[in-house]
């Protein structure tokens, strides 16, 4: 937190208020170190409790100090507590990263969902690569082999393989997975 700690100077009222917790001064006090350290604890676990994701749990902790460094003057010890104000934060972040997720899960599944047109193939080098990829996929064992057909040379998806072949979706994920790995093997 080095980089982003920031301190404004002290004024003589209120610097050295007896029984201010960390931060808990007037806005043109506010030690941004010294609430990081005293509060970061609690905000990483809220945090952690909301995404999960350890990579986005210290991002979203860093966020919310941010924010709260952004809107320093905003906070007023007199109306509540420093924690309920950063707790306020956290929440709104935590939100801000979860629909955030939600949007990139939408836009890779509209992704996946576009077919991109490809160029026309020359059909002698289709037919050498057909034998080739014959061949290849002699090399694994039949079940997997058909599941590796339908998954990459047919373009279906796991879930359709799975119901069109009565196998167990994880089962189907682990023959593409395999199967694809054996086929780059030498």
Known sequence: MAEAVGHVPRTAQGSDAPGAEAGERAPDTFDLRAVYDRW??????VVSRRLGDRLDVEDATQL????????????????GDLPVWLLGITRHVTADVLAAREREARRREAASRRRLPTAVPDPADDVAAR??????????????????RLVYGH????????????LPLGTVKSHARRGLAQLRRP
């Open 64 to 79: 919310v100090f941010l924010a709260a460094w952004r809107a320093r003057d905003r906070f007023d010890p007199r109306r």
């Open 131 to 148: 034998v080739d990829l014959e061949d290849e996929l002699r090399r694994l064992a039949p079940e997997r082999r058909r599941v590796v």
């Open 155 to 166: 373009d279906r998806t796991h879930v359709e393989v799975a119901a069109e072949t009565g």
């Open 40 to 45: 970061a604890p609690l905000v990483r676990a």
